[in-house]
């Protein structure tokens, strides 16, 4: 399997923007990016996902760098709510699996 | 109305013991998965079915033996628990086997075995 790969951990101040990197260099043209994102003591949420164009919806954007090795995940405006596990995820078009990367803690600073 | 529900959310058992964890979505979705979430936060996909057809199944020891009576129902069976299974086993649905939607998670069951 392909892997994505992510920062640990990332700070942010409350009300400012917050942008989670991943690197997927490996995976394939046909794999959708997915993110999603863990509170503590709950299932992972679904946040957004893509393929190739930048997309937009109500909690976040996820801009896909243009080679696909890499994209961004964009909230505009960190709220306390907002700190959480980010998972990158790549979605293996052959097998329908999504593949989890190690997740990034987000620490939202009021 | 929970969509993806898990039980039991908490199970403590002793090493050698066999238990299962029940799976139900209402979500009218095809697909069906567990995943396993280990101490370091990392979800690992286990098994998969699709309309009540085993179509993941990863490199996983066969003590674990999923079942699916319907496809709103997806079931993980444990054998003789060793220490290491001890996780949070993740039940999750999606519409179709392509995953290029979304995929809704459970609540989570953490297993601790003594």
């Known amino acids: 399997d392909a892997k994505t790969t992510q920062p640990n951990s990332m700070e942010s101040n409350e009300e400012e923007p917050v942008h989670l990197p991943c690197n997927h260099s490996?995976?394939?043209?046909?794999?959708?990016i997915h993110w999603y994102r863990q509170l503590p003591s709950q299932g992972p949420e679904y946040v957004i996902h893509?393929?190739?164009s930048n997309v937009n919806n109500r909690m976040a954007s996820l801009a896909i760098a243009e080679d696909r090795k890499s994209s961004t995940l964009i909230l505009h405006r960190a709220t306390l709510r907002d700190a959480a596990v980010y998972y990158c995820?790549?979605?293996?078009?052959?097998?329908?699996?999504?593949?989890f990367g190690q997740g990034t803690t987000l620490q939202v600073k009021p | 109305d929970t969509a993806v529900s898990q039980t039991p959310k908490y199970l403590v058992t002793q090493m050698g013991n066999d238990k299962s964890i029940k799976c139900e979505q209402n979500?009218?979705?095809?697909?069906m998965y567990w995943y396993k979430q280990d101490s370091k936060k990392f979800l690992k996909i286990m098994f998969s079915?699709?309309?009540?057809?085993?179509?993941i199944n990863e490199t996983v020891p066969n003590r674990f033996s999923p079942k699916s009576p319907d496809k709103a129902h997806l079931n993980l069976h444990i054998n003789s628990l060793e220490l290491g299974d001890s996780a949070v086993y993740f039940c999750?649905?999606?519409?179709?086997?392509?995953?290029?939607?979304?995929?809704?998670f459970g609540e989570g069951s953490r297993l601790t075995v003594l």
């Open positions: 999750a649905s999606s519409l179709d086997r392509l995953n290029t939607g979304e995929l809704f």
């Open positions: 490996t995976i394939s043209g046909t794999d959708y």
């Open positions: 893509g393929l190739t």
């Open positions: 995820v790549y979605a293996a078009s052959n097998t329908g699996k999504l593949i």
């Open positions: 979500l009218g979705h095809d697909t």
């Open positions: 079915y699709n309309n009540k057809e085993l179509i």
